[in-house]
Each structure stands twice: as structure tokens, then as C-alpha cells.
């Protein structure tokens, strides 16, 4: 599975931006997904999960209520809507898979990654 993501940019405090994640290979039909971020001297940190039928989500505390995630299977795209963005939301945005059907907000449970996308939101 290859991961391609992209969507980012800078953008205002309030504003809103689409992350996604384009995959290759028919297995990821099957598969979990997530997105993690890290800012500038900080830790890789788990944003959203979604299991393989799109069902099943899960949120960090901090994004709940503000980031949605969803997957368009035909597409082998999973998105990240993200909503009234914060300063504190700025990092790089990565996008993982995992190989089983379930989503998870463990990092090392994800064995595919895309390269990442930069978020950048201004005060």
C-alpha cells in the first residue's frame, strides 16, 4: 500500500481545510486508517481513526467537534475535514494504514505512511 497525502496549506485561526489520502492497491478496501501529526519539537501525536467500512471513527479530545474523518472506498481515499482551526493545530499531517479492519489511535500499529502534509494556521 502506498499513501499519497495532500491538502494542506496556511490558513487563518476559524478557517477550514481537507486533508487526503489517496492509497493504491485493493487491499486497502479492508483496511483501518488513520491520521497523526506532529508539530516542531513535539511528538508524533494520533488525530483520527476510521475503520475499514468507514463505521467506526475515533477522535483525539483535542479535535473532537472540529475534524471529521471519512473514506471514500471507491476512491481509495480517506479525508480529514478539519474545522475552525486553531494555532496549536499546526504540524505536519500524516496519513497511516494498518493492516487489519479495525482503526486504533496506536502509532505503531500502522505499518504504512504517506510522507505528510504540512498545516500551517495563523493567529
Known amino acids: 500500500v502506498q499513501l499519497q497525502a495532500s491538502g494542506g496549506g496556511l490558513v487563518e485561526a476559524g478557517g477550514s481545510l481537507r486533508l487526503s489520502c489517496a492509497a493504491s492497491g485493493d487491499a486497502f478496501w479492508y483496511y483501518a486508517a488513520a491520521w497523526f501529526r506532529q508539530a516542531p519539537g513535539l511528538d508524533n501525536e494520533f488525530v483520527s481513526s476510521?475503520?475499514?467500512?468507514?463505521?467506526?471513527?475515533a477522535y483525539a479530545d483535542i479535535v473532537k467537534g472540529r475534524f471529521t474523518i471519512s473514506r471514500d472506498k471507491a476512491k481509495r481515499t480517506v479525508y480529514l475535514q478539519m474545522n475552525d482551526l486553531k494555532p496549536e493545530d499546526t504540524a505536519l499531517y500524516y496519513c497511516?494504514?494498518?493492516?487489519?479492519?479495525?482503526?486504533?489511535?496506536?502509532?505503531?500499529?500502522?505499518?504504512?505512511w504517506g510522507r505528510g502534509t504540512q498545516v500551517t494556521v495563523s493567529s
Open positions: 476510521i475503520d475499514w467500512s468507514g463505521g467506526d471513527t
Open positions: 497511516a494504514v494498518r493492516e487489519n479492519g479495525h482503526g486504533s489511535s496506536e502509532r505503531s500499529l500502522y505499518k504504512y
